[in-house]
């Protein structure tokens, strides 16, 4: 499938919210008011449509790759969406990785990774920043331990997030350095270019060989830096530093009505054509990062579709 762009793509990184979603935030005391007024105010995102308890996610989805023209999009799976997900990628095989978000402080975590790989998912997901955990803690080892063996992606979320309830003590991605080296056979992927970490992200090219960087979003934590930063400038030092082999492409897609986050698509394909001539050297760098690598990374097998 050839996307708006007019390459094929594979969004790595996108987030299947529905009204179960909803309903957990408002459950662990989260405010509508608040959820609003985040979303408003930090995000591309004009207005918060709360989901139907009847919306079809899956069809919503699918209606959306085939719009824009995407093979596959990869979802963070919570408990809350897990079955409903499991029924979208039946209906419709080979347009869904799934990785299931893990929280190391819950007793079925690991069992919890062991049901992903069970189900067939591509990856986990981890939140320090927002789970008050350092990634380097022993107690996240055997989550480590337990996605090797079954050749699962990590992938993390460090850094800010469009909740307040991020603690950065926990939010460096050089926390993931130790496990990196004691992992050697285990990828790891850093969602959002580090989430406003970006100088340790290319840190961490230099001093590793299994961490890799995702795209995903606006970046907008570009704007709490006190330096300028483009989407472009971005992607020129992150290929610099880790060559297109280690960045991934992602639009962090998650509610309607909004949908699939195409300006996303639209932006960093702009910004990896630019300078691709100049810094990409190998001639399927472009495809590496917006559809090769995350295939490589997980192994999945997407749908043909004519």
Not at 254 to 282: K, T, W
Request: glycine fraction near 6%; charged fraction near 25%; proline fraction near 5%.
């Amino acid at each position: 499938m050839i996307s708006r762009v007019g390459i094929e793509v594979i969004d790595a990184h996108a987030h299947f919210m529905t009204y179960q979603t909803l309903k957990k935030w408002l459950s662990d005391g989260r405010s509508l008011a608040k959820i609003r007024e985040r979303v408003s105010s930090h995000t591309d995102m004009k207005s918060f449509e709360i989901p139907h308890e009847d919306w079809d996610a899956g069809k919503m989805w699918i209606d959306e790759l085939n719009r824009y023209g995407i093979t596959a999009i990869g979802m963070m799976i919570g408990p809350e969406t897990w079955e409903e997900f499991n029924r979208t990628r039946k209906r419709w095989p080979g347009r869904f990785l799934g990785y299931a978000n893990i929280n190391p402080s819950r007793e079925d975590a690991v069992e919890t990774v062991k049901q992903a790989a069970k189900d067939k998912f591509q990856g986990i997901k981890l939140y320090p920043s927002s789970w008050n955990f350092h990634a380097y803690d022993e107690r996240v080892y055997p989550i480590y331990e337990e996605a090797l063996k079954h050749k699962l992606l990590v992938i993390l979320h460090f850094g800010i997030t469009i909740g307040t309830e991020a603690n950065l003590r926990f939010g460096n991605p050089l926390d993931i350095q130790k496990p990196a080296h004691d992992f050697p056979d285990l990828n790891f992927m850093i969602a959002h270019f580090g989430a406003g970490y970006f100088r340790e992200m290319l840190m961490l090219m230099y001093q590793t060989e299994n961490v890799v960087m995702d795209s995903s979003g606006s970046n907008s934590w570009m704007n709490y830096l006190p330096y300028a930063l483009t989407i472009t400038k971005v992607f020129e030092k992150a290929i610099k530093a880790g060559g297109p082999d280690r960045v991934i492409f992602g639009t962090d897609s998650c509610f309607f009505p909004r949908g699939f986050r195409v300006n996303i698509l639209e932006e960093q394909y702009r910004a990896v054509s630019s300078i691709c001539p100049q810094f990409c050297l190998a001639e399927d760098a472009i495809g590496k990062i917006f559809r090769t690598n995350i295939l490589r990374m997980t192994r999945f097998k997407p749908a043909k579709i004519a």
